[in-house]
């Protein structure tokens, strides 16, 4: 099972510094991230959700990290189903995986084996 993250290739080196995702680096209270994608739909159209903002965003910068959801319970993190609405907060969509949230941050430790050597390939 996987927690799946999406973000602008751009923001990877910050990421990669700090160790991490945090929600300090972003306008939203929680981390979001799609729960045991279907497919890559979601994926393929995340930068549809962001032509708004001041960042040019296309199809090519969206880069996914697959963190290993057994991990993340096992290290006892908190993985929520829901959260009250907010700015940005991504619709559960039944051709997607079911969204989950992150209060803080969460360690690249937890990502998945194949999100490491994609992680290594940009850094």
Known sequence: MILRHFTHRRHLKAIVARGGLSVKDTAEPY????????SDRLKETFHSLHQSTSEPWDETDTVTLDFDFVKIQAGDIDVLEQVEPFPGKI????ANGPIRFVKNFLSLGYLT????EQLSEYY
Do not use: A, M
Request: proline share 12%.
């Open 113 to 116: 084996e194949e999100s490491r």
């Open 31 to 38: 981390l979001q991230f799609e729960f045991n994608p279907p």
């Open 91 to 94: 619709d559960s969509d039944s």
